[in-house]
């Protein structure tokens, strides 16, 4: 059976151990340390730095296919694998549309996905002048790297914009800025694709962002143009050339839907296939880059929901496992995925994946089994 390699140690790398154990794929990582994530539960850990191409040639000699559970591999490396055969899924020129921002939108506007009003913001002056021609609607992201909210921010005025500015271009931060958009929801959008162009998608789901951080993702949305955003997430799929698994992250806005931001691997908004579709995006993810025919993508329920357990203010090992004893007395449907993350604040340590017919019930039952994972206690 192949051998696939997974660059990353966090719990999408443990998630799709999961599943290349059920498809007797033999799974390796590369990880930073043995305690990390995936670390405690794969077989075949190489330890290393995904940033030393030293460290991830040792974790890919060998390999049928290379695949990451994040985008921040440097972009050099994995070029250089491929020029020396090595079968990397996605490629480097499909990965960078996630590395970078500016990039992404670029090529986004180029293959006439929507997308908002945006610019390269290089100096105080470009700053000024998107500005000026937003009206002060502006957000201000980092090209590269932030994810769960950081490297975002909403200027107060100018004079805010222009401090953040000047302090990030100092620290040596690349910006781009865009239009700040009335936001009514938010949309996920999730397929997979493999490298023969076989294309699968999910149920489109909406999603709950807190401070940047995903709460909850509900799947079907509802009032949705499905047409429309499937005709953008293929076409942004086909655009990318990506394969494997691609989240397209949407704006549902009062001037339609506008593209933010891409994945290409699985995604925090797909924890609910787990349980809420025939194949999960973690057993499509591998399919995709091993090049195998993909799965079903049929929800199994009428409604699915994925609630994340974020840490409290207070440690919760010591009282775990009665509190999921609990959780599973009152929601014995629950399904709990925990990530052996040591705890805190804030910090995603897992989710529960509940399925049901009514909306609004299984969305509440499914926060309230959360919110009794991390706190101890039941929401009020």
């Avoid at 700040?180 to 959008?189: F, G, I, N, Q």
């Avoid at 797909?270 to 799965?295: D, I, K, M």
């Amino acid at each position: 059976m192949p051998t696939i390699v997974c660059i990353g140690d966090g719990q999408l790398a443990r998630m799709l151990h999961s599943e290349a154990t059920e498809l007797g794929l033999r799974f390796r990582i590369l990880a930073s340390g043995a305690e990390e994530s995936a670390a405690q539960v794969v077989g075949d850990v190489v330890l290393g730095d995904y940033r030393v191409e030293a460290d991830v040639r040792r974790a890919v000699d060998g390999a049928d296919v290379v695949t990451f559970e994040h985008e921040h591999v440097p972009g050099e490396i994995i070029a250089h694998l491929i020029a020396d055969g090595v079968n990397v899924q996605p490629h480097d020129r499909a990965l960078v549309h996630a590395q970078d921002k500016l990039v992404m939108r670029q090529a986004l506007a180029a293959a006439g996905a929507p997308v908002p009003p945006f610019a390269p913001i290089d100096s105080v002056d470009d700053a000024r002048a998107f500005y000026a021609a937003m009206d002060g609607a502006v957000c201000l992201k980092a090209r590269r790297g932030g994810y769960d909210g950081k490297g975002v921010w909403f200027p107060a005025d100018e004079a805010d914009l222009i401090r953040l500015v000047e302090e990030q271009l100092a620290a040596g931060t690349p910006l781009m800025a865009e239009r700040k958009v009335t936001l009514l929801r938010e949309l996920s959008a999730l397929l997979a694709r493999s490298p023969r162009g076989e294309v699968r998608l999910w149920d489109i789901a909406e999603t709950n962002q807190d401070g940047g951080v995903c709460r909850w993702a509900l799947a079907p949305a509802v009032d949705v143009d499905e047409e429309r955003v499937t005709a953008i997430a293929t076409g942004i799929a086909e655009a990318t050339d990506v394969t494997g698994v691609l989240a397209v992250e949407l704006f549902d806005t009062p001037d339609g839907i506008f593209v933010n931001e891409l994945a290409m691997r699985p995604h925090n908004t797909g924890h609910w296939t787990q349980n809420g579709s025939v194949t999960s995006q973690f057993e499509q993810h591998l399919r995709a880059v091993a090049n195998w025919p993909l799965g079903s993508t049929d929800m199994t329920a009428p409604v699915a929901v994925m609630a994340n357990v974020l840490g409290a203010g207070e440690d919760w090992q010591d009282t775990l496992a009665e509190r999921m004893a609990t959780v599973w007395r009152t929601y014995p449907d629950a399904k709990i995925h925990l990530y052996g993350k040591g705890h805190r604040a804030g910090r995603k340590l897992g989710h529960v994946n509940l399925t049901g017919s009514d909306r609004d019930a299984t969305l509440a039952d499914a926060l309230a089994a959360a919110h009794y994972l991390a706190h101890g206690r039941w929401p009020n």
